[in-house]
């Protein structure tokens, strides 16, 4: 996509033909949504198949009006400076989704005495029914208010890093434009780049402190109110983590203190010498530490897209096939603009049971890994879209980051469509450090947050101290902070997740050490390691966490016992 608008849905037509939704009915309309669910709602259920018909008529309606709310927010994404666009997607928050978290529990109670009078087949619905008897019990009606609230303040942080723009070298620029100077060799002007994009982000400072007070606020009321002690507890219950505990974070966190951060500090100390550097600065980490211009893969979009093609086709003829359709639908708005809201993202239209990639690329080496990433979310979305439950064409989160993690370094050896082998070595280089600073950084806000959530009482002081205080843990001393006390301490509000989704965080740490024993095995045997993985993305949502794992041939665990190893790997190939 080359517009400064969202792309045009229009031409994208359902999966298959709607048999209980109408087709000319409009989804943000709730005097039109509540006769369907309530239709629903009073359906007699008399036999095994009846309960399964009546499943994939419910799957219909939710997947409907998903991709209604998925194309407000694409477009609200796309240019967060239009009000209309903004007001469109508040509106489905405030009239829709409280309607639909309503009826949608009252539909998990009626498919729960049902299923036990007509016994569906355990093995198809165990990870289905499991799911639906922990939202019964979450549910609490007085929390829908204060969840469509909490929904509103993250669109209002979306809203305010997207409008943040520098007037920088003469040209007014986004704050994933900035990014790119950081590339240059020109020390100074790294350095202008960082301080002017830092200096934008401190002046939404406050704002932002203050929403995020009352996010938590809104947060702890409704754990509360669910019946838990604390937030935490009560997400890792809504996010189905059933494999794991906050235990197992922790120790995930002990363990990259212990086997990463020294990694993570020898790279570092490597990079100061090549340097010739007394300390490192902030602006001192993306550059190339021996002075060689950015890494530039492509100049535009096109190009950027073109040579991912060329890669799925060499990967894996189906891969190819499923990328170019998605190019050719539209279904890429990839180039930063003033007004986009940042990052990248892959969401489903679970109507059209089709992939959307959004992101920021400006032409460096980050956005060929970013799309690579999100390219492996889409294969996902398109591997298991023919389920009936649209509960099963998506994945536990653990597993789908394996997906997307997972193809960056399945797709890796096939980076010289876009670099002579110097340029292809040296991207290599760089992604493998980056991997490394990906499992500490995960550790760093993992831990953050569980801070957040067991301390909820705290001020913006003691969360400011608390944040420096964990990022020393893991290694943020390693850089020279001196004369960025602010800069520094308010880094972490650059990280959406924490205001947006809350403790959904951990899950890249989890996946890239499963992405790490998938390319470890692809070493050995690709053609095997491919065919795992395709395989274990069919399955969706459909099993258990661990079993996903063990069909992609990889095992479901993050402890020393498997990190340990891994760490060996990473080494070999980083040459430290």
Not at 224 to 244: I, T
Not at 256 to 278: C, D, S, T, Y
Not at 369 to 398: I, K, Q, V, W
Request: aromatic share 10%.
């Amino acid at each position: 996509m080359n517009t400064a608008t969202s792309p045009d849905f229009t031409h994208i037509g359902p999966y298959q033909p709607r048999y209980f939704v109408p087709g000319q009915a409009d989804l943000t309309v709730p005097g039109q949504v509540r006769p369907l669910f309530q239709v629903l709602l009073d359906r007699t259920i008399d036999s095994s198949r009846a309960l399964q018909d009546w499943l994939r008529e419910r799957s219909e309606l939710e997947a409907a009006l998903s991709q209604t709310g998925t194309i407000l927010y694409i477009r609200m994404t796309c240019q967060t400076d239009d009000p209309a666009r903004t007001r469109a997607y508040q509106h489905f928050i405030e009239t829709i989704q409280p309607v639909v978290k309503v009826f949608n529990d009252q539909l998990n109670k009626k498919y729960v005495a049902e299923q036990a009078r007509w016994q569906l087949d355990p093995k198809r619905y165990e990870v289905y029914t499991r799911a639906l008897h922990a939202d019964i019990e979450l549910f609490r009606e007085e929390n829908v208010v204060m969840e469509t609230e909490a929904d509103l303040l993250t669109q209002e942080y979306q809203t305010t890093i997207g409008a943040m723009t520098v007037v920088f070298e003469g040209k007014e620029r986004t704050l994933p434009e900035m990014g790119k100077f950081l590339h240059e060799p020109a020390r100074g002007l790294r350095e202008r780049a960082w301080r002017s994009a830092a200096r934008r982000r401190l002046d939404d400072r406050g704002a932002l402190e203050q929403l995020f007070g009352r996010l938590i606020s809104l947060r702890v009321k409704i754990a509360e109110n669910a019946g838990f002690s604390n937030f935490r507890d009560y997400k890792f219950r809504a996010l189905h983590r059933f494999d794991y505990t906050p235990k197992d974070c922790k120790q995930y966190h002990a363990s990259i203190e212990e086997l990463l951060v020294p990694l993570w500090r020898q790279i570092l100390e490597k990079r100061r010498e090549h340097m010739k550097l007394k300390k490192l600065r902030p602006w001192d980490i993306a550059v190339d530490s021996l002075g060689r211009p950015p890494l530039r893969p492509f100049q535009k979009v096109n190009e950027l897209m073109d040579g991912c093609s060329k890669i799925f086709n060499r990967l894996d003829p189906e891969l190819g096939r499923q990328f170019s359709e998605m190019v050719v639908a539209g279904l890429l708005d990839l180039e930063s603009r003033k007004g986009k809201a940042p990052g990248g993202y892959q969401s489903t239209l679970n109507e059209a049971r089709k992939p959307f990639i959004f992101m920021n690329a400006v032409g460096v080496d980050d956005d060929l890994r970013t799309l690579l990433h999100e390219a492996g979310h889409a294969f996902h979305a398109l591997a298991c879209a023919s389920d009936s439950l649209l509960d099963y064409r998506h994945g536990p989160m653990e597993f789908n980051e394996v997906a997307s993690m997972g193809m960056e370094l399945l797709a890796d050896p096939q980076i010289s469509v876009f670099y002579g082998p110097q340029d292809e070595q040296r991207s290599r280089s760089e992604h493998w450090e980056g991997i490394v600073l990906t499992l500490v950084w995960v550790a760093v806000i993992d831990a953050f947050q569980h801070w957040i959530y067991e301390h909820p009482q705290h001020n913006s002081a003691q969360r400011k101290d608390a944040w420096l205080a964990i990022h020393e843990r893991f290694g943020g001393n390693f850089l020279d902070w001196e004369g960025l006390d602010d800069e520094h301490a308010f880094l972490w509000h650059r990280q959406l997740h924490i205001f947006e989704v809350p403790f959904y965080y951990i899950e890249y740490g989890i996946a890239q050490l499963g992405a790490l024993q998938l390319w470890n095995n692809a070493r050995n045997d690709p053609k095997t390691a491919l065919a795992n993985y395709k395989k274990a993305l069919a399955l969706g949502g459909s099993r258990h966490l661990p079993e996903l794992f063990e069909t992609a041939g990889i095992k479901f665990d993050f402890s020393q016992k498997t990190i340990a190893p891994l760490v060996e790997v990473m080494k070999q190939q980083i040459g430290v």
